[in-house]
C-alpha cells in the first residue's frame, strides 16, 4: 500500500521477478535500475480472482511464467486483471529492457526515473525490501509502510516541560505567516537522487525527525529571543516578511553560527531610527552598526564600515543634519545588506554602497563636509580594476546630462572636484603635468585610459573644474567622458 | 575619400557651443560617428570641420594663460599658419591623444549669446530638437547672423 501525490490510499501488489542476488543488488543500490523489465504490479482495485488454471507444477511454475498462465501472470487476456510490467520506458530515458512495449504503470504520477528517486529515497512506494512472498512464488510484495506528514509536527510550548501542542491545533498567535511557512517548508522534500526537492505531503521519518528537530530549535529560538530581547522579538512579530526570512535563513544554516547571526541581524533590524541632537548618539548607533557589516559581510561591506568609521572624527566639524543625514544614510545602506545576507551571500560591490554617500557629499553636503567625504576615500575603493571601474560608471550617472558625453554636476566648488579626483586617481600609475600644459593634470590609469583635470572648460564658461575619463571606451563605451563641475 | 556635411544630423554636434572644447574633442566626436575610421581618414574630416567653423568665425582658438602653451602664446597665428601648424602636428601624431594638449576652442561670443537668445543653454542636449523648432535652417541663421 502506498499514498498517492493525492494523498488517497491505493493499493496495488508489487512482483518482482529477481533472483535473490538481483534483490540484493537492487537493495544496496536502494535502486531498481537494470531490473525494471523484471518487476510487475497488480493494482488491488481492479483486482478480479482467477482460478488458477495452473498448467504447471508448483515445481517449474517460475521458469514457466512468461508462457502460461499460473493466475496471475499470462492469463488469458479477457480477465481484467493484468500483471503489467514496470516498462520504465517511456520516453523518459530510462533503462528500456529488452523490447518491452507496456505502458507506463498508474502507480503514480511521476516518471519511472522520479518514482525511482522517490523509491530510492524511501518516499511513496514505501517498498519493504524484508517482506517476502510466501513460499514458492517468486515474488515480492509490498506491505503497508507509515508516512509523515505536516500534522504529525509538534509545536513546543514555552514551558519547556509542557507537552508539544500539534500543528494543526497551534494557533501562531505572534507569528500567523508562520502556519503556511511551515507548511511549505514541510512539504519540500528532498530528493538526493535528482539533487532537488519535490512536493510532497507525505514523508519518511528520517525526514520528519529532522524537520521536527528544526522546528523545535526554531521556536525555541524565538521564545529565547522574547526573554532577552523584547524589542527585536516585537519588531519581528510586526515583520512578517523578516520573519519568513529568518526561518528560512535557519531552515538551510542550521548551525549555532547561524543563530548567533540570526540573532544580530535581528537585532540591528530592529533598532529604530534615532532622533537626536548630540552628535555622539549617532557615532554610536554608526558604529554599532557598521561593526555588524565588519563581523558578518564580506570584503565589500567590510571597506565601506572601515570608511564610514573613519569619517567619525571628522563629526565635530560637520553639522549635526549631515551627521544625521549620514546616519541615515548607513542605517539604509545596513538594513539592506543585512536582509540581503539572509537571503543570499552575493552583496552588492562597495561602490555601490558608498555612491549615496558621494551624491550625498557632492549635492548636499556643505563644502567642508563634502570635501572630507570624498577625500576619506579609501584606496581599496578605488582600486584599478572592478572597484574604479565601476565608481567610474557610477559617476557618469551623477548630476544632470550635457551635451555630447558630458554630465553637468551642479552646486561644485573647486575644493569637491578636485577632492573627488584625488580619490579617483589614488591608485594611479602616475599622476602628472601635461607635456605641453602644466595646468591639465593626468592621472595614468593603465592601458592607455586616463583620468585628467582641467582647470576649465572652454564651452562650459562657468564650470570650475572638469573631470575627464579619457580612453575608458571599453567601460563607458566612448574615447572621452567629461564631469563638468558647475557652481 | 570620405565627405563630409557638417549641417547633416550626423555632424551637426559640432555646431554646439556647450560641446566640443579641443580639436582632440572634435576628432573624438568624428571617429563616434565613423567608427572604423582611418587615422589619415580621421585627420583629413577633422581638418575640414575645423577648417569651416575657423573660418566662419564660429570658433577661436584659445590663447589664454592658463594653456600656458607657449608655443602658441608666443605668436598669434593668422588662420592659414594655424591650419598650417595643426596639418603639421597631425603628420608626426600616431594617435589623436597626442595632440589632446594642443589646440583649445572657444565659441565666439556672437554666436553663442545669438543662439542663447534663442533659449539654448547648458542643459540642451536636444540639439536637433532646438534647432529645428527655434533656428529652422542653422546654416541661413549663421550666414544672417555673423559679424559683416
Known amino acids: 500500500m502506498y499514498y498517492n501525490a493525492n494523498n488517497e490510499l491505493k493499493a496495488s501488489l508489487i512482483g518482482y521477478n529477481l533472483t535473490h542476488e538481483e534483490m540484493q543488488t537492487a537493495i544496496s543500490n536502494q535502486s531498481f535500475d537494470g531490473f525494471w523489465d523484471k518487476i510487475y504490479y497488480l493494482d488491488l482495485e481492479e483486482i478480479e480472482i482467477i482460478e488458477a488454471t495452473p498448467k504447471s507444477s508448483k515445481v517449474s511454475a517460475r521458469r514457466r511464467r512468461y508462457h502460461e498462465c499460473d493466475g496471475i501472470f499470462n492469463c488469458d487476456a479477457n480477465g481484467s486483471n493484468r500483471w503489467t510490467r514496470y516498462g520504465n520506458n517511456s520516453g523518459y530515458g530510462g533503462y528500456s529492457g529488452s523490447g518491452s512495449s507496456y505502458s507506463l504503470p498508474p502507480l503514480s504520477n511521476l516518471p519511472p526515473q522520479v518514482a525511482a528517486a522517490l523509491q530510492a529515497a524511501g518516499v511513496f512506494l514505501g517498498v519493504n525490501y524484508n517482506n517476502r512472498a ?8 509490498t506491505s503497508p509502510v507509515r508516512y509523515f506528514s505536516v500534522e504529525d509536527l509538534t509545536i513546543p ?3 519547556s516541560n509542557s507537552t508539544p501542542t500539534p500543528f494543526n491545533r497551534r494557533y501562531f498567535y505572534y507569528f500567523p505567516e508562520l502556519k503556511n511557512k511551515i507548511t511549505t517548508y514541510y512539504n519540500q522534500v528532498y530528493v538526493s537522487y535528482i539533487n532537488s526537492y519535490m512536493t510532497s505531503t507525505q514523508t519518511t521519518l528520517e525526514d520528519h525527525n529532522n524537520k521536527q528537530r528544526f ?22 512579530a510586526n515583520n512578517p516578511q523578516k520573519t519568513v526570512a529568518v526561518f528560512n535563513f535557519l531552515a538551510e544554516n542550521n548551525s549555532f553560527n547561524a543563530y548567533e547571526f540570526a540573532k544580530s541581524t535581528i537585532d540591528i533590524l530592529s533598532l529604530p531610527v534615532i532622533t537626536s541632537n548630540n552628535k555622539i548618539d549617532y557615532a554610536e548607533e554608526i558604529l554599532r552598526l557598521t561593526n555588524h557589516l565588519k563581523s558578518f559581510g564580506n570584503i565589500e561591506d567590510e571597506i565601506y564600515a572601515d570608511y564610514i568609521q573613519s569619517l567619525i572624527p571628522e563629526f565635530n566639524n560637520m553639522t549635526i543634519n549631515e551627521v544625521r543625514a549620514i546616519y541615515g544614510h548607513v542605517k539604509t545602506t545596513c538594513n539592506n545588506l543585512t536582509i540581503k545576507y539572509l537571503k543570499e551571500i552575493i552583496t552588492p560591490i562597495v561602490t555601490d554602497l558608498v555612491i549615496p554617500v558621494i551624491t550625498y557629499a557632492l549635492f548636499e553636503a556643505t563644502a567642508g563636509t563634502a570635501v572630507k567625504l570624498l577625500q576619506k576615500i579609501p584606496l581599496p575603493l578605488v582600486l ?3 572597484r574604479l571601474n565601476n565608481l567610474i560608471l557610477k559617476t557618469t550617472e551623477l548630476g544632470n546630462p550635457g551635451f555630447g558625453n558630458a554630465r553637468l554636476i551642479p552646486n561644485s566648488t573647486v575644493a569637491k572636484a578636485e577632492a573627488l579626483f584625488a580619490s579617483l586617481t589614488k591608485d594611479a600609475i602616475s599622476v602628472v603635468p601635461a607635456a605641453n600644459n602644466p595646468a591639465i593634470t593626468v592621472a595614468h590609469m593603465g592601458n592607455g585610459m586616463k583620468i585628467i583635470l582641467r582647470p576649465i572648460s572652454q564651452t562650459v564658461p562657468s564650470a570650475v573644474r572638469v573631470i575627464e575619463y579619457q580612453n575608458f571606451n571599453t ?3 566612448v574615447d572621452s567622458f567629461s564631469l563638468k563641475f558647475i557652481p | 575619400m570620405i565627405t563630409i556635411n557638417v549641417f547633416s544630423t550626423k555632424y551637426n554636434g559640432v555646431f554646439h557651443p556647450f560641446g566640443i572644447e579641443s580639436l582632440y574633442h572634435l576628432a573624438v566626436y568624428i571617429r563616434e ?16 570641420v575645423f577648417q569651416y567653423l575657423i573660418n566662419n568665425n564660429i570658433i577661436y582658438v584659445l590663447e589664454n594663460n592658463w594653456m600656458k602653451n607657449k608655443e602658441l602664446n608666443k605668436i598669434k ?18 594617435s589623436m591623444d597626442e595632440f589632446y594638449d594642443f589646440y583649445w576652442i572657444k565659441y565666439q561670443n556672437w554666436y553663442r549669446e545669438g543662439l542663447e537668445n534663442k533659449g539654448l543653454n547648458v542643459y ?6 532646438f534647432i529645428n523648432e527655434r533656428i529652422g535652417d542653422l546654416e541661413k541663421w549663421i550666414e544672417e547672423n555673423k559679424p559683416k
Open chain 1, 134 to 141: 510466501p513460499a514458492g512464488y517468486g515474488y515480492n510484495y
Open chain 2, 124 to 129: 540642451t542636449i536636444k540639439w536637433n530638437e
Open chain 1, 384 to 386: 584599478r580594476g572592478a
Open chain 1, 475 to 477: 567601460l563607458l563605451g
Open chain 2, 33 to 48: 560617428k565613423n567608427i572604423d575610421i582611418e587615422l589619415d581618414d580621421l585627420n583629413t574630416l577633422t581638418l575640414e
Open chain 1, 157 to 159: 510550548n514555552t514551558n
Open chain 1, 215 to 236: 522546528i523545535t530549535q526554531f521556536f525555541k529560538f524565538l521564545y529565547k529571543l522574547r526573554t532577552e530581547n523584547y524589542s527585536a522579538f516585537n519588531y519581528l
Open chain 2, 77 to 94: 597665428l593668422s588662420n592659414n599658419d594655424l591650419i598650417k601648424n595643426i596639418k603639421e602636428k597631425m603628420s608626426s601624431s600616431k
